[in-house]
């Protein structure tokens, strides 16, 4: 799958008293992308925890190269790396408005069925839109 896109502007909400973005809001637009790209594909996850299906996060492994700053509009990407039965492997990244790497991220969800919490299969609907 090319990659995906998501644009964010930083809000004071997101950042400490001297305006750089707090290390964990990093996550929240990590996941927001994540969430829009799903979105584009046309896959609802409303639609999937009707269904008993569910994402979480596995893994993830994050760098922080350079502050973000109140104000700043963000590119966040997604990349699906790798598929696997019960998981999907991202790399994301943080782009600031100067086209610098603020932060990047490897990141594995896990596919569970939220009634038995446990993980299973990925939907064969999901998996024909990364191949």
Request: with cysteine; charged share 25%.
């Amino acid at each position: 799958m090319k990659e995906f896109n998501w644009n964010a502007r930083v809000y004071y909400e997101d950042t400490d008293a001297g305006g750089v973005v707090y290390h964990a809001r990093y996550l929240a637009f990590y996941e927001r992308a994540r969430t829009e790209m799903l979105r584009d594909l046309g896959i609802s996850q409303h639609k999937l925890l009707q269904e008993n299906i569910a994402f979480v996060v596995k893994k993830m492994d994050i760098n922080y190269h350079l502050p973000a700053r109140l104000d700043d509009l963000l590119t966040v990407t997604c990349k699906v790396d790798q598929i696997r039965k019960a998981s999907i492997f991202f790399k994301q990244t943080i782009i600031n408005q100067d086209k610098q790497v603020v932060s990047s991220a490897n990141v594995i969800i896990a596919c569970v069925d939220i009634s038995k919490m446990k993980p299973c299969g990925l939907p064969k609907s999901l998996v024909l839109e990364f191949i």
